[in-house]
């Protein structure tokens, strides 16, 4: 009595199931939005004033070991990562900032403790590996360590 009753269940799960997955659309496609790593220049650059570029220039400790340093001359604003050439960059938004060469974006965030957070993403440049292939240029991501 007990295998009819399983089997007449089983049977109708399994015919429940063939008639749920004809009725969905089986072209849809599903988009995950994840995190987009790229580096794009605004058509319109986010103004900021001096004063408010203040807070953001100086050094940032990278999670890497590396430096992030911002800097102003005039008008123009640059950073540079470690010992790597300077980058002239633009505000994005009140707290972001993208090179104009596309090869480094970054986002500051100032904690009202003090600390600061926010991620670097930079173009790390095509390498020769031990077996003799190369490795591509690519983007990586780097965070700020906390305190």
């Known amino acids: 009595m007990k295998t009819i009753i399983l089997s007449t269940l089983l049977g109708l799960s399994a015919t429940c199931l063939a008639a749920s997955a004809q009725t969905l659309p089986q072209d849809k496609t ?5 995190h987009s790593l790229r580096i794009d220049v605004p058509d319109q650059p986010h103004y900021m004033l001096r004063e408010d570029f203040l807070n953001f220039a100086g050094a940032y400790d990278l ?3 590396d430096t992030l340093q911002l800097r102003r001359s005039g008008s123009i604003m640059y950073a540079r990562i470690g010992n790597q050439p300077e980058h002239r960059i633009v505000a994005t938004s009140r707290n972001a900032f993208v090179a104009l060469d596309r090869q480094l974006k970054v986002r500051i965030d100032h904690h009202d403790d003090g600390s600061v957070g926010g991620e670097l993403v930079m173009v790390v440049p095509a390498r020769q590996l031990a077996d003799g292939s190369a490795q591509g240029e690519h983007l990586a991501t780097l965070g700020f360590p906390g305190r």
Not at 30 to 34: I, K, N, Q, Y
């Open 30 to 34: 599903v988009e995950v939005p994840g």
């Open 63 to 65: 999670s890497n070991g």
